[in-house]
């Protein structure tokens, strides 16, 4: 589909507004959104704007989505699904999960109208820049399809497999960022009650060596991608230095959650009899969960 072709965007929120003005900076774009407001806001910003959603989505041959429930896009879908004609398209850069995807998906092509997933693995300043990942999801002659209005949205884009598996990424992503968040606040109280700066935290745990950097890099990237558990750091010492991180804690009057959770998962491997391999083996509890 040619890139000049209308386009709109639906849902205007701070992320969808962005998205909008990058798409207008190659073609016509008309954006939608349920608030006055939102649309006062896009048209101060230069942005053609529709006041409902079959005056937006008329005469546009890609539409794409930026919503803020999951509840929001499956209801949008479905009326788009009697708007639209065949051979239409719809990309879905909305957070939210692969059941979703799934529905929208049966949706679009019960009505002859193509679906691709393209989360936004960034913050809304990124996406004014031109900065953002896009986490794609969809069957290679849509993605292809698609492929225009996702370069117009972001150049840098991670195809991560069929429908769905670019929202399941981005919730993973999100997860990741939320649950470390956690991790990282009880790590910094505890630097701070021994008497470690904030900044002299944040630079030990910036380095490729820290304890936020390798985990990912060397025990998954490495060792639990070839399957290599040969010690290494034993995990019988990667549960010793986890006690000592409780005892710190709780000598210092510091309440945790993230960290003692996951001291459980130590004891339990440990429990296996697990205990003189290298701690990346920990990852295969959860083989042994999801019977994979």
Not at 133 to 146: K, M, N, R
Not at 250 to 258: E, K, N, S, T, V
């Amino acid at each position: 589909m040619a890139r000049n072709a209308a386009c709109a965007v639906i849902g205007l929120g701070n992320m969808g507004i962005e998205v909008a003005s990058r798409l207008a900076e190659g073609g016509p774009v008309v954006g939608f959104d349920l608030s006055a407001e939102r649309l006062a806001l896009a048209e101060a910003r230069g942005l053609e704007i529709a006041h409902s959603l079959e005056s937006a989505v008329g005469g546009a041959g890609a539409v794409i989505l930026s919503l803020p429930t999951p509840v929001a896009s499956r209801a949008v879908v479905a009326a788009l699904a009697g708007l639209l004609p065949r051979g239409s398209l719809v990309i879905e850069t909305s957070t939210v999960t692969p059941a979703d995807i799934s529905v929208m998906h049966a949706l679009c092509a019960q009505a002859g109208i193509g679906f691709v997933d393209a989360a936004i693995q960034s913050g809304v300043e990124i996406m004014a820049r031109g900065g953002s990942v896009l986490l794609i999801g969809g069957e290679p002659d849509t993605v292809a399809l698609a492929k225009p209005w996702l370069d117009a949205m972001s150049p840098r884009q991670s195809i991560m497999g069929g429908v769905g598996a670019g929202a399941a990424a981005k919730v993973i992503n999100n997860a990741v960022a939320h649950g470390v968040y956690v991790v990282l606040a009880e790590a910094l109280a505890m630097a701070r009650a021994n008497g470690i700066t904030t900044e002299d935290f944040v630079a030990m745990m910036s380095g490729a060596d820290a304890g936020l950097v390798r985990p990912l890099t060397h025990r998954i990237g490495e060792r639990v991608a070839q399957r290599n558990f040969a010690p290494g750091m034993p995990l019988d010492a990667a549960r010793k230095d986890s006690v000592l991180a409780l005892e710190v804690a709780q000598r210092d009057g510091i309440p945790l959650f993230a960290i003692q959770g996951a001291h459980t998962a130590y004891e339990l491997a440990c429990a296996q009899g697990l205990g003189r391999e290298d701690y990346a083996v920990l990852a295969t509890l959860w083989d042994k969960w999801i019977d994979r």
